[in-house]
């Protein structure tokens, strides 16, 4: 996409939706949490459209994103993942899904949960949240972190103030109007 984001999205077969109903907009959904951060994961090296285009066949693969089932996947669910020409076929990026889920399901004990380990960190920069990442899980570098909490809304940036759907997650007050800096008059 040329432009940004948010002027060519709207319309779009597989963008539109995506940057409508979803890019940017708090989730305290487990599933939708985990879901956005293998989503992420493997569009590295990608592009987005790829993403979206198998995001039907992400979700089957990985038993709609439930920690727990991902979590317990063994070598038969590894050997399917890699097999399933509808998701991404990467033997790291599979085995950081896995991973991710057992540590999702430990910070449950610890935490309360993953929406709950986010909101214990936030606030935090970018710089901050992508330190954090690494040492919490596997195959989360600056880029992904970043869409990764941008497209959840812990950090600014996902839609244009001109944007129609700026206005509405505003009103939802993401967790990143707790950073912006104050606006003077």
């Not at 039907?56 to 399933?84: P, S, T």
């Not at 057992?102 to 920069?125: C, K, T, V, Y």
């Not at 759907?165 to 505003?170: C, S």
Request: net charge neutral.
């Amino acid at each position: 996409m040329s432009a940004t984001y948010c002027a060519a999205a709207p319309g779009h077969p597989h963008h539109g939706p995506y940057h409508d109903g979803e890019y940017g907009f708090p989730s305290t959904d487990e599933r939708v949490l985990f879901e956005r951060l293998v989503l992420e994961i493997n569009q590295a090296g990608l592009s987005w459209e790829t993403i979206l285009r198998k995001r039907a066949a992400f979700v089957a693969a990985y038993d709609g994103f439930d920690v727990d089932k991902v979590a317990a996947y063994g070598e038969a669910d590894r050997a399917r993942l890699m097999a399933d020409a509808g998701i991404i076929r990467n033997r790291l990026k599979i085995e950081s899904a896995i991973e991710n889920a057992r540590r999702i399901q430990a910070m449950r004990s610890e935490w309360g949960g993953f929406n709950a380990w986010l909101q214990a960190h936030h606030p935090r920069d970018k710089a901050a949240w992508v330190a954090l990442f690494r040492k919490t899980f596997r195959f989360t570098g600056g880029e992904i972190v970043g869409e990764f909490l941008m497209s959840l809304g812990y950090l600014p940036g996902a839609h244009e103030p001109g944007c129609p759907v700026y206005a509405r997650i505003l009103e939802l007050e993401p967790p990143w109007l707790a950073i912006r800096p104050a606006v003077t008059a």
